[in-house]
């Protein structure tokens, strides 16, 4: 069971993260606090495993808080600022939600944290999510000198390469510095699908499909071994 704390000064999204704590298993609430300080004492006594926790705070900020926790709990932020997504990712936080945050997207931090503190595999959610909803219908990702917003609706897929992927939309070729496991982590899995260790597709943009090639806007794109049967038992679903 993994002890934890939220620290938010909105007391309505104290509201939402107690409410989602609740429905996960695997978490268990210690308390919750409006006032970081007070929280940073109850970390610094040990008794803490995860923290989530709001970067704007008038007390003391998100990042703050972190410097003086120096390690001694894993965090997962919260806010709805994503420009502190990268100061977060410095301070090697678990994951980096925005606000307002939809039940999955915090069951798949929640399931990251638990990854990382008791060493068990990833949890499947089941009746808890009704529905793999999204609410946000944008990303923002890092290139090399800015933070991007790209629309969900603009993707037609993403490639892997050594140590970046690039993502190609209707437009523009966008590439950053991320894994395709934490991409594909972020996407929503009703829109999006991996088909290849190198490749994930936008099923809305998929033109035809033979044998074990995928068609998007004159590029073939392979389906790998590992995500044939899942892949095309998920377009077999989708058949009218």
Known sequence: MINCLIVDDEPLAIDIIEDY?????FLTLYKSF???I???SVVQEGKIDLVFLDVQMPELTGIQFLKIANGKCKVILTTAYPEYALDGYEHNVVDYLLKPIAFDRFYKAAQKANELICNVAPQVVASVVESNTFVHNFIFVKTEYKIQKIYLDDIL???GLKDYISIYTKKERIITLQSMKKIDEVLPNHLFVRVHKSYIVALDK???IERSRIMINDKIIPIGDTYREYFFKLIEDKNV
């Open 206 to 208: 998929i033109e035809s």
């Open 21 to 25: 704590i609740s429905k996960i298993p």
């Open 34 to 36: 409006q006032n970081p």
């Open 157 to 159: 897929f993403i490639e």
């Open 38 to 40: 007070d929280a940073l």
